[in-house]
């Protein structure tokens, strides 16, 4: 009998300090633990594989987006990460007949996965990228790394780091939606498709944190390169510019840029990309950007030209982010209307 007590003494301490060592861990995370995840070495795995030339420039509708759809669906089976609808389902088809202004429409899909809030999690943030790029032309292969397959890579490791977090019993409080859209470079199809065919209700999405081209230094900055340009953060919510302002003083030391948000800006790059259809139905955003250098739209945007250290901290940047605005009490609303 004392035999048996001594035992369950023994197991039910070493059931608290299994408790507590979870404890101790879950109160040692902060959300710098969960950056770190977001590395310069993953980014580059990632990037050199997603914009291969086996991809062949993922033109929408090919067999080379399918590819690329195919790599990012797996990558969140692999991670755990939930289809937002349908088990195991991530992709958001789209009839050819939808392309109206592609030449030769083919079928295509958006793909989406979703970590859902533990406290709010009927408000939505979407984190969106397009990984879709222009194909071939004339045999060569427009392998369209900078653009967009750096947003799209740093959305898998923006999605990794808060699924570690979900696993340390520290998941986002609101939900998050991870699209990834086609058809973006003809006509911001993707985007369009999902604000007007939406898995959850507009009026649900809080903010969109859309990130394209994230990956390069554009000539105007090469003496200054610790930099990242955002267009659109003040445009619909002061709040959501002041949270983009404070994270990036607390967390980065890269400098926010606002050039192109100049509303008299010739580039128009406010109108440019997917965060665009989500602004118009009123929806708060940012729109993350490196600006164009020399090899945008061309064969020559390529993995060995991209400065995998910079695209780490712009990735992190916009983790920590949207972690502030999934997080806080508070919910970011279109002040500005």
Same mark, same amino acid.
């Given at each position: 009998m004392k035999a048996l007590l001594i035992s369950a003494l023994i197991i039910l301490a070493s059931g608290c300090n299994a408790v507590k060592n979870q404890d101790s861990a879950q109160k040692e995370s902060t959300p710098e633990t969960y950056a770190n995840t977001i590395t310069a070495e993953e980014l580059k795995t990632h990037l050199y594989q997603f914009a291969d030339d086996k991809m062949e420039g993922r033109m929408t509708g090919t067999d080379g987006q399918k590819m690329a759809a195919e *790599?990012?669906? =797996? +990558? *969140?089976?692999? /991670? #755990? $990460?939930?289809? %937002?609808? #349908?088990? @195991? @389902?991530? *992709?958001?088809? $789209?009839?050819? /007949? *939808? +392309?109206?202004?592609?030449? =030769? %429409?083919?079928?295509? /899909? @958006?793909?989406?996965? +979703? $970590?859902?809030?533990? /406290?709010k999690p009927d408000e939505i943030i979407v984190l969106s990228a397009h990984y879709d790029h222009v194909g071939m032309e004339n045999g060569e292969i427009y392998n369209g790394a900078d653009d967009d397959g750096s947003g799209t890579v740093s959305m898998l490791e923006i999605a990794q780091a808060f699924q570690t977090a979900v696993k340390n019993g520290q998941g986002p409080k609101r939900s998050i939606l991870f699209l990834h859209v086609t058809g973006e470079e003809i006509g911001l199809y993707g985007s369009r498709y999902y604000t007007e065919n939406p898995i959850f209700p507009l009026e649900n999405t809080v903010a969109n944190l859309n990130t394209d081209m994230i990956g390069r230094i554009a000539p105007e900055k090469k003496e200054n390169p610790n930099y990242i340009y955002l267009i659109g953060s003040d445009k619909l919510s002061q709040g959501l510019h002041d949270l983009s302002e404070r994270v990036a003083e607390q967390y980065s030391d890269l400098e926010l840029d606002y050039t192109f948000n100049d509303e008299n800006d010739p580039n128009r790059f406010y109108y440019r990309s997917d965060h665009y259809n989500f602004a118009k139905n009123n929806i708060p955003i940012i729109f993350y950007f490196n600006g164009v250098h020399e090899d945008y739209h061309k064969p020559t945007d390529t993995p060995d030209k991209i400065e995998y250290e910079l695209m780490e901290k712009r990735a992190k940047l916009i983790f920590h982010t949207a972690w502030e605005i999934a997080n806080q009490e508070e919910r970011i609303t279109a002040d500005k209307l």
């Open positions: *790599y990012l669906r =797996n +990558f *969140y089976m692999d /991670e #755990e $990460i939930q289809a %937002p609808v #349908e088990k @195991n @389902n991530y *992709y958001q088809p $789209i009839p050819a /007949e *939808y +392309f109206t202004r592609a030449q =030769n %429409p083919l079928p295509s /899909e @958006n793909v989406v996965a +979703f $970590i859902k809030g533990s /406290e």
